[in-house]
């Protein structure tokens, strides 16, 4: 096998940093277990993220019952579901109750109707953006570069001209480098960072490996078959200008 190149700097501190994270193929990282290490790589904790998986099982048991459906059919965090629910139908209850006052008081009013509380666009929050979010400003920082804005799940945006659609013939990706999975022009699914790479596939970090359904979030090592990706960024380009050490880096 023909030796591989040797990495630029900025490469070999993120993947050196993000192995000394997760050191073996089976490393993770949990929101419930790991909170303090969790919270440094994601900005978010096992509370926070608790918090959010609640509204939003609310806003999709709202959507149910507006519809005249079972609201448990919405329900993701299942911990909490129960209590998801009720804040549902308190909050309808007392958008009905407002309603009903006002219309007492003015000829004016409308008259309640639920499905204008509907958000067709609730989502299903994990971490893998802001896992790459954190790895960005660590990595900036570490390189004495100034912190800039990084649209963490729109690769293809935040990347700019270091942004390749895969597959491109001219180059691959390496280690170091951030890819999107999904679809070009359509949804976007997921993101993460390759830490090697043999052929067609990739050792990588990722978070979001968890999510509601499990009652935590976590970071992980996990396999990629690259033609699974949509694209990557070229942290060589993205980092351009990147000074840090890696005196340290074995």
Known sequence: MDAQPALSSVRTWISSELKKLLPADTSEIRSDTNGVVFQ??????????????VNEDMQRAINLIA??????????????????????????????????DALKVSSGGAAFDVKKLVNARVGTTTTCNAFLGVVVRK????????????HSFDLPKAGGTAWNWYPTPEK???????FQVGTRGGTYLHV?????????????????????????DAIK??????????????????????KGSIADVK
Do not use: C, H
């Not at 059919?73 to 958008?95: H, T």
């Not at 691959?172 to 951030?178: E, I, V």
């Not at 690259?226 to 990147?242: E, L, R, T």
């Open 139 to 150: 990595t900036l920082a570490a390189g004495g570069l100034a912190n800039r804005t990084f």
């Open 172 to 178: 691959s990706p390496k280690p170091g480098d951030f």
């Open 40 to 53: 440094d790589w994601t900005g978010m904790t096992q509370n926070g993220l608790e918090s959010i998986w």
């Open 192 to 216: 993460g960072i390759i830490l090697d790479v043999n052929d067609i596939i990739w050792s990588t970090a990722e978070a979001g490996q968890g999510g509601p359904g499990s009652g935590y």
């Open 221 to 242: 090592r996990k396999t990629k078959v690259s033609g699974n990706i949509m694209g990557w960024i070229d942290v060589d380009a993205f980092f351009d200008g990147w």
């Open 67 to 100: 519809a005249g459906k079972d609201p448990n059919g919405g329900v993701k965090f299942k911990k909490r579901g129960a209590y998801a629910i009720q804040k549902a139908k308190d909050l309808i209850e007392a958008r009905r109750k407002s309603a009903e």
